[in-house]
């Protein structure tokens, strides 16, 4: 064979051989859709801002409205609205939005079925239908809250201490209290040890890391490209450090007198049944549950340095336009004020003037016994929601750094630092 006849023959050799790699390996993989998820409770599911969507029960089930009644384990209660922040923010480059998160979702919720545990919800774990998401989709930025629920403590019982302190002080006097309660529901303001010790906030944090560091893990196993954003978000307070002054006494009684139920009444309709000096000790807590996600944060960032691992710190996200903070309240509010029903009517109070103490507790039996009827009190609404996306906006837009502030100003601007 001639010298150009080789050279033709290796040439055919080499266009067939591509040729042939060309067939084995088909066009190029189509890039999946990016996606945002929202994992954790109820101040991310949207819990308090309504138009609250079917929801996926353990079973494969689509689960809408059961109707107050239902038991509370129900899927459906995991109210997760189509008004929660991670519909709400902007997130350039994401192609769709996903809410797993569930109101009252504890930490063992990430990786357990919420039923496993007592009081949880008929859903799979979150990490189960993060998987699920995973298989169309390209995780790309995950908002996370968990913390205010835990084997320690949840937000709920801590609202309900507080709140049932000041409604018995306020329509029961001194010696009804001894002889009709006996002595059952302290009338007296909350203390900081009353909502989180110390041992109690350490062992809630190490309990949180354990649960972030499994969706960390998880998120590595089931991304598609490996790059992820994961956003902590920490809590704000619904109530300011101080009352506007129209809360503070009503009939010449303050709450530290004995029976005052005219101001009762009026904290109640305004959203805010609380003592005074109980609303330092909820700040505290408040922080101590900042401190617990910035703390959670440094032990995976110290053990995952390479992780795109940031906190959204909004504890000052409502500041100025917190319940009874402003004349009017609630309206102008970005939380949403104590609510409850007499019965599973659907129908929710919102004055207790005239009440007797009978009546009183007929109402807050229905909340115990049926805690659908006043889950939604103390959280977010839904224009709170819109100022937590501009937060969430903000954190996902921002420089990466561990910890991103987001802060309402008093024109109602918010200064993302």
């Known amino acids: 064979m001639g010298l150009l006849q080789r050279a033709a023959a290796v040439v055919m050799f080499l266009v067939s051989a591509a040729g042939i790699q060309a067939v084995q390996s088909g066009p190029a993989q189509a890039a999946l859709p990016t996606a945002a998820v929202a994992l954790g409770d109820s101040f991310v599911s949207g819990e308090g801002a309504g138009d609250y969507q079917p929801v996926v029960d353990a079973s494969g089930t689509a689960q809408a409205f059961p109707g107050w009644s239902a038991p509370n384990s129900n899927a459906y209660f995991c109210h997760r609205s189509a008004n929660a922040s991670v519909f709400a923010a902007s997130l350039p480059g994401i192609q769709q939005r996903f809410n797993l998160a569930c109101s009252g979702a504890q930490p063992a919720d990430v990786s357990a079925p919420s039923s496993a545990r007592a009081e949880g919800r008929a859903v799979a774990s979150q990490l189960d239908q993060l998987r699920s998401i995973a298989q169309t989709h390209d995780i790309d930025v995950?908002?996370?809250?968990?913390?205010?629920?835990?084997?320690?403590?949840?937000?709920?019982?801590?609202?309900?201490?507080?709140?049932?302190?000041?409604?018995?002080?306020?329509?029961?006097?001194?010696?009804?209290?001894?002889?009709?309660?006996?002595?059952?529901?302290?009338?007296?303001?909350?203390t900081a040890a009353d909502l989180a010790t110390d041992a109690e906030v350490a062992a809630a944090t190490t309990e949180t890391t354990a649960a972030l560091r499994q969706i960390l893990d998880t998120l590595a196993q089931i991304d598609a490209d490996g790059v992820h954003q994961v956003i902590l978000q920490t809590y704000t307070n619904p109530l300011p450090p101080e009352l506007a002054p129209q809360y503070h006494d009503e009939d010449n009684r303050t709450d530290t007198r004995d029976k005052f139920r005219a101001l009762g009444a009026e904290r109640y309709a305004a959203g805010c049944p609380i003592h005074r000096a109980s609303l330092a000790p909820g700040h505290v807590f408040s922080r101590n549950l900042g401190s617990l996600v910035k703390n959670a944060q440094a032990t995976l960032a110290a053990e995952r340095p390479a992780a795109d691992l940031r906190v959204l710190d909004v504890q000052q996200a409502f500041d100025g336009a917190r319940l009874c903070e402003n004349a009017g309240s609630p309206a102008g509010a970005l939380a949403t004020p104590v609510r409850v029903q007499d019965g599973p009517s659907g129908t929710f109070i919102t004055s207790l003037s005239g009440w007797d103490k009978i009546g009183i507790q007929r109402a807050a039996n229905t909340c115990v016994t049926y805690f659908q009827t006043c889950q939604e009190s103390w959280h977010p609404n839904a224009a709170g929601h819109t100022v937590l996306g501009r937060c969430l906006t903000g954190a996902f837009t921002a420089v990466p750094r561990a910890i991103v502030t987001c802060a309402r100003n008093a024109n109602g601007t918010l200064t993302i630092s």
């Open 142 to 190: 995950v908002l996370v809250g968990l913390g205010s629920n835990n084997t320690q403590f949840t937000f709920g019982d801590v609202a309900t201490l507080c709140a049932n302190r000041f409604i018995a002080d306020a329509w029961t006097g001194w010696w009804e209290f001894w002889a009709y309660l006996k002595g059952e529901v302290p009338q007296k303001p909350c």
